[in-house]
């Protein structure tokens, strides 16, 4: 209980860097839709079990695994019974936000490709939002206007090139 409890406290200082590069309610945003999105997941893929295709019912039994592994990864504190997933969740929150987005994008999309239906659109589909809002910060911040003209033209410069406020 004691490593379950400092893997949270670890968790939690990273969430609350005041020298992150994303202001924290985009990174809660992306751990919210991750959490709902797994206990959507799961629970649109026990409704979907119910379906007469075998095709569908390995899309929904995929879907359940990935709603369980975006919970286990987001929200360790969800899973504290199980005692191997301290070791994803830290292994996780080592990883850079391009890993991330690509692990959650293709966990969301797999199980739709393989059966489009409502249940897996529904479900993954809150698994790949989770992935698309890695993606954003995966791109990083937006340079400054300054930074973004002298890349596009190298003659220019900020001195000589100030826009006209008349």
Partial sequence: MGAAASGVQTQMQAEHDPNANFPWWLRYLAKAVGIIGGFVAIFFGVIGIISVTPKCIIAVLLQIASGFLTIALEAPFCCQFIEFIERIAAFSESRSHFHKALLFGVMGLVPILICIELETILGSGMIFAC????????LGKKADRNTMMAASDPAWSPQVNQPSMS
Avoid: T
Avoid at 132 to 137: L, R, V
């Fill in 131 to 138: 992935g698309c809002c890695y993606a954003f910060m995966a």
